[in-house]
């Protein structure tokens, strides 16, 4: 058991966590870091966010804003900007929703670059042929081996052939993954991305009924989840 937990860590420095600023979408508890640079004057009347001062001709020479939470409605605020909605939006749609307002007050457009410092956590379950399953928090965007990780890696029974993940939804077929795959052939397309209340499950090497189990897992975790 001890090999099998060194080889999850090493896969961790070998695989590291990758959120492509295209692929990761925001949510509430995420901290990110706003860069805007710009040494453009001020167009004219910036609004209520100046009071309705005319402010034209004033120079802008950009901000930095190391850590702003998104808040539990999904926003935050930024100095000229306002409030924005970024819940569900990457970090480069977020960028561009900051440079088109600023375009309303500037004379040339700005650069902005939005990068996530610190990712809300997820809540996610890791059960069957694990040394310890159970209800596990990990960063957003943390992936099938962090799971596995977690739980001390799998017992001698499991079938690693047949692992599967279940999402809270449940509207999907759960998906099979091959962590053989991972293992021995370095295919990383099968370390997937973990959502919240997403159920990691790793059958036994017998057959698995899955009405019989993983469908009692899904059920529990589900009201333990809306607790």
Not at 89 to 106: G, K, Q
Not at 145 to 150: C, N, P, T, V
Request: glycine fraction near 8%.
């Amino acid at each position: 058991m001890k090999i099998i937990i060194t080889v999850l860590s090493a896969l961790l420095l070998v695989f590291p966590l990758f959120v492509s600023a295209n692929d990761y979408h925001l949510c509430s508890g995420d901290v990110v870091s706003i860069s805007i640079i710009s040494s453009s004057d001020i167009a004219g009347n910036i609004g209520t966010v100046n009071h309705g001062i005319n402010s034209s001709g004033m120079g802008f020479n950009g901000l930095s804003l190391n850590e702003v939470i998104v808040r539990p409605d999904g926003k935050l605020a930024v100095p000229l900007v306002g409030e924005i909605k970024v819940e569900g939006l990457s970090p480069s749609e977020v960028s561009a929703v900051i440079i088109e307002r600023l375009n309303t007050i500037l004379v040339e457009p700005p650069s902005v670059a939005v990068n996530v410092v610190k990712f809300h956590t997820t809540r996610v379950y890791v059960l069957g042929e694990v040394n310890h399953p159970g209800l596990y928090e990990m960063d957003k965007g943390g992936n099938l081996i962090d799971a596995l990780a977690m739980a001390g890696g799998w017992t001698k029974d499991a079938a690693k052939k047949k692992v599967f993940i279940i999402h809270k939804n449940m509207q999907s077929t759960p998906i099979k993954v091959n962590v053989l795959d991972l293992l021995e052939k370095g295919d990383t397309r099968k370390n997937l991305v973990l959502n919240y209340g997403d159920i990691v499950y790793l059958s036994g090497n017998g057959r698995i009924d899955f009405v019989k189990d993983i469908v009692p897992y899904i059920n529990t975790s589900y009201e333990i989840m809306h607790w």
